[in-house]
């Protein structure tokens, strides 16, 4: 069970003093500072703290939940307080997801040098294990977990304990027998290899393994043809099958000899069936894979509502840290709220609120990309203009590309590394013919309620995980992305400097369109308008001026002219925003706008919930760049497409999903032992009004484990090109709305079909790994031959007893069709 990890703890100087333990101060404000002893513990994969070195200790945070270690220099917290602590002391640990930073300082720069070189060693190990580094660590971590007495031993009375702790209640003559037959030193304990043994036994896969003997011919080995077969039959890898066989054989099997002879063994088709490569998202929509060469409006754009917020719209912090978490998710348009500050510089805070104040220059100084809302008097707007000049440099886009006319907005590739400004800009530069008191009427946000948009059904039972999310605070998300298409726009409001606003709440006056020269001169392709009616935009509007809609506008737009709506957004960009009600931060579902082919649809990224996963998992394709295509009737000024009243032809689709098994799924409270879910899992599509349905399985009792379902749901959808699929796992509760576990949430466009793995998420967006769900997704046209076929299928699938069935297009196994299930219990429908 050794591991790299286990090794450089008993080697490396910093991992040695971290293990005996230290005594440094935890910042959480200004005012909030404590000392804490904090300890490296044995296992190297977890940090204990207590109140002193002879306190009671407990958890404070896994190795794999840390992104990076930042200095001292680099902490906006830590900075405020340089006065009490040299910066050199201090220190940040970042973690993935909503989860807040870490601020610690040490009692000297040596003890503070030891953590960060420590820490981010370990960060880096975890992140460069291979499958089977990650699988001997795994192991080995429930070992130590299992190992109640610290002796390196492990009775059998243990291991029932650990079982619970594996979220698994088995029956303990069944449990034992498993004890055993890996005790082979008839110790009564298990110790190292025997241990390896035990779980191996634990994790043993019978639908894989019966899935293998499906296609080997002697039950031991897939030769290079049955593989080859078994890919492009199963897996619909076509023409790609014979070369991707050899592929995945010399990196999936771990026999060196079965290398050399090109065969497949059940370990190695396991380990592809649990890679990258089996995983659900196809990989080759990982990169940037979609032509980045069209005008800006043929993209939908990864946007956020008021990024400096780190919680609610009211007393929520403001943070320099909201910028960063944002970008580094693929975000490529942020908002800053600019307001006149003392001292002559403009502060960034939500106005006529009490969320708290950061300055403009630090924003700058933090990122070098940013969006930007003004509410400044002319003098400070100088001040923004010169702060953006002298800050971003040539980053800045200030002319038109290679001076071409503006006839048409430029693509991301040519806007690679610049950033835009989307603001207004002065009548004497460009007239609008729009009254300004009638501007701000148009301006003004509608909203006399927040509508549960196009998908009541859904919202009625998602959008309770954003509230409760709200109400327990919970924390921030980080998700790295390439460095690809660097474009943000924001946009910039002017005030006159008689309407700059006090200490009110908030405030009726009325404000004019103004704006400096310098200031207006920064807006080149990204112009600010009013919305009057989509007939005034046609004929008096260009291709670079940009409108902006809140939820409730947009979605009575798209009720009411939704063809209108699309043929808009084919024309010119336009921008989405969430409803003033939503004080909370909560946010509304995204799709229902990108159906109209809106670019810049802009969450609250500080709150988790289906909305946000809907959003992540939209955007991770195309190399997380922030940009994806819309698809060609989106983009079409002449479109006869509408959302909500499809008229053919579209190209529908059957898709026929089947949730086999689960692995390792994670427990909803940790807190007790004996606390096993009962799991189910949600199949969700969202796309057009028509598409968006839901379906899911009974639920398994008393196993997380490796619980078993071999359910098959069917979905019709008429338009997949703006499908997504989520996929939710929750516990089922009688007495409650079941609890969520993890999900996973993918684009039509990016899923594989065959038998894949979907590596779950937290409600964060980070990794719960090595939990995941095993599924056979089958993707086929709409024939009215198959129709039939279909419904007589899934009507002996709901009636059948828990088996496994291949669903094939065309069946041409029906001898190795059915697999034989885990013994499990499944409870009634939940």
């Given at each position: 069970?050794?591991?790299?990890?286990?090794?450089?703890?008993?080697?490396?100087?910093?991992?040695?003093?971290?293990?005996?333990?230290?005594?440094?101060?935890?910042?959480?404000?200004?005012?909030?500072?404590?000392?804490?002893?904090?300890?490296?513990?044995?296992?190297?994969?977890?940090?204990?703290?207590?109140?002193?070195?002879?306190?009671?200790?407990?958890?404070?945070?896994?190795?794999?939940?840390?992104?990076?270690?930042?200095?001292?220099?680099?902490?906006?917290?830590?900075?405020?307080?340089?006065?009490?602590?040299?910066?050199?002391?201090?220190?940040?640990?970042?973690?993935?997801?909503?989860?807040?930073?870490?601020?610690?300082?040490?009692?000297?720069?040596?003890?503070?040098?030891?953590?960060?070189?420590?820490?981010?060693?370990?960060?880096?190990?975890?992140?460069?294990?291979?499958?089977?580094?990650?699988?001997?660590?795994?192991?080995?971590?429930?070992?130590?977990?299992?190992?109640?007495?610290?002796?390196?031993?492990?009775?059998?009375?243990?291991?029932?304990?650990?079982?619970?702790?594996?979220?698994?209640?088995?029956?303990?003559?069944?449990?034992?027998?498993?004890?055993?037959?890996?005790?082979?030193?008839?110790?009564?304990?298990?110790?190292?290899?025997?241990?390896?043994?035990?779980?191996?036994?634990?994790?043993?896969?019978?639908?894989?393994?019966?899935?293998?003997?499906?296609?080997?011919?002697?039950?031991?080995?897939?030769?290079?043809?049955?593989?080859?077969?078994?890919?492009?039959?199963?897996?619909?890898?076509?023409?790609?099958?014979?070369?991707?066989?050899?592929?995945?054989?010399?990196?999936?099997?771990?026999?060196?000899?079965?290398?050399?002879?090109?065969?497949?063994?059940?370990?190695?088709?396991?380990?592809?069936?649990?890679?990258?490569?089996?995983?659900?998202?196809?990989?080759?929509?990982?990169?940037?894979?979609?032509?980045?060469?069209?005008?800006?409006?043929?993209?939908?754009?990864?946007?956020?509502?008021?990024?400096?917020?780190?919680?609610?719209?009211?007393?929520?912090?403001?943070?320099?840290?909201?910028?960063?978490?944002?970008?580094?998710?693929?975000?490529?348009?942020?908002?800053?709220?600019?307001?006149?500050?003392?001292?002559?510089?403009?502060?960034?805070?939500?106005?006529?609120?009490?969320?708290?104040?950061?300055?403009?220059?630090?924003?700058?100084?933090?990122?070098?990309?940013?969006?930007?809302?003004?509410?400044?008097?002319?003098?400070?707007?100088?001040?923004?203009?010169?702060?953006?000049?002298?800050?971003?440099?040539?980053?800045?886009?200030?002319?038109?590309?290679?001076?071409?006319?503006?006839?048409?907005l430029p693509s991301p590739e040519q806007l690679q590394r610049k950033i835009l400004v989307k603001g207004k800009k002065l009548r004497a530069i460009e007239d609008i013919e729009v009254?300004?008191?009638?501007?701000?009427?148009?301006?003004?946000?509608?909203?006399?309620?927040?509508?549960?948009?196009?998908?009541?059904?859904?919202?009625?039972?998602?959008?309770?995980?954003?509230?409760?999310?709200?109400?327990?605070?919970?924390?921030?998300?980080?998700?790295?992305?390439?460095?690809?298409?660097?474009?943000?726009?924001?946009?910039?409001?002017?005030?006159?400097?008689?309407?700059?606003?006090?200490?009110?709440?908030?405030?009726?006056?009325?404000?004019?369109?103004?704006?400096?020269?310098?200031?207006?001169?920064?807006?080149?392709?990204?112009?600010?308008?009013?919305?009057?009616?989509?007939?005034?935009?046609?004929?008096?509007?260009?291709?670079?001026?940009?409108?902006?809609?809140?939820?409730?506008?947009?979605?009575?737009?798209?009720?009411?002219?939704?063809?209108?709506?699309?043929?808009?957004?084919?024309?010119?960009?336009?921008?989405?925003?969430?409803?003033?009600?939503?004080?909370?931060?909560?946010?509304?579902?995204?799709?229902?706008?990108?159906?109209?082919?809106?670019?810049?649809?802009?969450?609250?990224?500080?709150?988790?919930?289906?909305?946000?996963?809907?959003?992540?998992?939209?955007?991770?394709?195309?190399?997380?760049?922030?940009?994806?295509?819309?698809?060609?009737?989106?983009?079409?000024?002449?479109s006869s497409f509408n959302p909500e009243r499809l008229i053919s032809p579209y190209k529908a689709k059957i898709l026929l999903v089947q949730v086999i098994s689960g692995q390792q799924?994670?427990?909803?409270?940790?807190?007790?032992?004996?606390?096993?879910?009962?799991?189910?899992?949600?199949?969700?599509?969202?796309?057009?009004?028509?598409?968006?349905?839901?379906?899911?399985?009974?639920?398994?009792?008393?196993?997380?484990?490796?619980?078993?379902?071999?359910?098959?749901?069917?979905?019709?959808?008429?338009?997949?090109?703006?499908?997504?699929?989520?996929?939710?796992?929750?516990?089922?509760?009688?007495?409650?709305?079941?609890?969520?576990?993890?999900?996973?949430?993918?684009?039509?466009?990016?899923?594989?079909?065959?038998?894949?793995?979907?590596?779950?998420?937290?409600?964060?967006?980070?990794?719960?790994?090595?939990?995941?769900?095993?599924?056979?997704?089958?993707?086929?046209?709409?024939?009215?031959?198959?129709?039939?076929?279909?419904?007589?299928?899934?009507?002996?699938?709901?009636?059948?007893?828990?088996?496994?069935?291949?669903?094939?297009?065309?069946?041409?196994?029906?001898?190795?069709?059915?697999?034989?299930?885990?013994?499990?219990?499944?409870?009634?429908?939940?």
């Amino acid at each position: 069970m050794a591991s790299q990890i286990q090794d450089r703890l008993t080697t490396d100087q910093d991992l040695l003093l971290m293990q005996e333990g230290t005594m440094m101060r935890k910042v959480r404000t200004k005012t909030w500072k404590k000392p804490r002893y904090f300890k490296l513990q044995s296992d190297g994969m977890t940090v204990w703290h207590a109140r002193q070195a002879e306190g009671i200790a407990k958890p404070t945070f896994s190795i794999s939940d840390v992104e990076t270690i930042r200095k001292g220099h680099d902490s906006e917290l830590l900075r405020c307080l340089t006065e009490e602590f040299p910066l050199e002391q201090g220190f940040t640990i970042v973690f993935h997801g909503r989860r807040p930073n870490l601020d610690l300082v040490a009692n000297s720069v040596e003890e503070a040098q030891i953590w960060m070189r420590g820490l981010q060693l370990l960060v880096d190990l975890v992140t460069s294990l291979n499958y089977q580094e990650q699988l001997d660590q795994w192991v080995s971590e429930w070992f130590h977990r299992g190992d109640r007495n610290q002796d390196g031993r492990m009775s059998f009375e243990e291991a029932q304990r650990l079982l619970h702790l594996m979220n698994v209640e088995m029956d303990q003559e069944y449990a034992l027998n498993l004890f055993q037959e890996a005790n082979v030193s008839q110790s009564d304990t298990l110790e190292g290899e025997e241990f390896v043994q035990f779980y191996k036994a634990l994790t043993k896969r019978t639908e894989v393994e019966q899935l293998f003997e499906n296609f080997s011919s002697d039950g031991q080995k897939l030769t290079l043809l049955e593989f080859v077969d078994f890919l492009r039959e199963e897996q619909k890898e076509k023409d790609h099958a014979p070369d991707l066989a050899l592929e995945f054989i010399d990196l999936y099997e771990p026999s060196e000899s079965g290398r050399l002879l090109h065969v497949m063994s059940k370990d190695g088709f396991l380990r592809y069936l649990c890679s990258k490569d089996g995983n659900i998202f196809n990989p080759d929509c990982l990169p940037v894979y979609q032509d980045m060469t069209y005008p800006l409006n043929h993209y939908y754009i990864n946007s956020s509502h008021n990024t400096y917020l780190l919680r609610d719209q009211l007393c929520g912090q403001s943070s320099v840290e909201g910028y960063i978490r944002a970008l580094k998710r693929g975000c490529r348009c942020v908002e800053v709220d600019v307001w006149d500050g003392p001292g002559g510089e403009p502060i960034v805070y939500h106005g006529h609120t009490l969320t708290s104040r950061i300055l403009f220059k630090d924003v700058m100084a933090t990122i070098a990309q940013y969006a930007f809302q003004n509410h400044c008097s002319w003098e400070q707007q100088q001040t923004l203009a010169q702060h953006l000049t002298d800050i971003l440099g040539e980053q800045l886009l200030n002319t038109t590309i290679d001076e071409l006319l503006m006839d048409k907005l430029p693509s991301p590739e040519q806007l690679q590394r610049k950033i835009l400004v989307k603001g207004k800009k002065l009548r004497a530069i460009e007239d609008i013919e729009v009254d300004e008191e009638e501007e701000e009427e148009l301006e003004k946000d509608e909203d006399s309620d927040v509508d549960p948009g196009t998908y009541p059904e859904l919202d009625t039972q998602l959008q309770p995980e954003s509230q409760e999310l709200v109400s327990g605070n919970k924390d921030d998300e980080v998700v790295a992305c390439p460095m690809s298409c660097l474009l943000i726009c924001g946009h910039i409001l002017a005030q006159d400097p008689s309407t700059i606003p006090g200490s009110s709440f908030l405030s009726n006056q009325d404000s004019r369109t103004i704006s400096c020269p310098d200031l207006s001169a920064l807006v080149v392709y990204l112009r600010t308008v009013p919305f009057c009616s989509f007939i005034h935009s046609k004929e008096n509007y260009h291709i670079y001026d940009v409108s902006s809609f809140s939820e409730t506008k947009a979605r009575n737009l798209i009720r009411e002219e939704g063809n209108e709506f699309v043929q808009h957004n084919a024309r010119q960009l336009c921008r989405v925003y969430p409803s003033g009600l939503r004080t909370d931060s909560s946010n509304f579902h995204p799709q229902e706008f990108w159906n109209a082919g809106c670019h810049m649809v802009a969450m609250n990224m500080q709150t988790a919930g289906s909305a946000m996963d809907i959003c992540d998992g939209f955007f991770r394709q195309n190399g997380g760049s922030g940009y994806v295509l819309k698809p060609e009737f989106l983009c079409d000024i002449q479109s006869s497409f509408n959302p909500e009243r499809l008229i053919s032809p579209y190209k529908a689709k059957i898709l026929l999903v089947q949730v086999i098994s689960g692995q390792q799924l994670p427990k909803v409270d940790n807190i007790k032992e004996s606390s096993i879910v009962d799991p189910l899992v949600k199949v969700e599509l969202f796309g057009v009004p028509e598409d968006t349905r839901q379906q899911e399985t009974n639920y398994v009792e008393n196993n997380g484990f490796n619980p078993y379902w071999g359910q098959t749901f069917c979905f019709r959808v008429q338009v997949p090109e703006l499908a997504i699929l989520r996929f939710v796992v929750k516990d089922y509760s009688w007495t409650s709305r079941n609890n969520f576990i993890g999900q996973y949430t993918l684009p039509w466009t990016c899923v594989k079909q065959g038998y894949r793995h979907i590596s779950l998420l937290s409600r964060d967006g980070t990794s719960l790994h090595p939990a995941s769900i095993f599924v056979y997704i089958c993707m086929r046209e709409d024939l009215e031959k198959h129709r039939e076929e279909l419904e007589a299928e899934k009507s002996t699938e709901a009636l059948s007893p828990p088996t496994y069935k291949s669903l094939k297009i065309q069946s041409q196994r029906k001898d190795q069709s059915r697999i034989k299930a885990p013994r499990q219990r499944l409870g009634k429908d939940a």
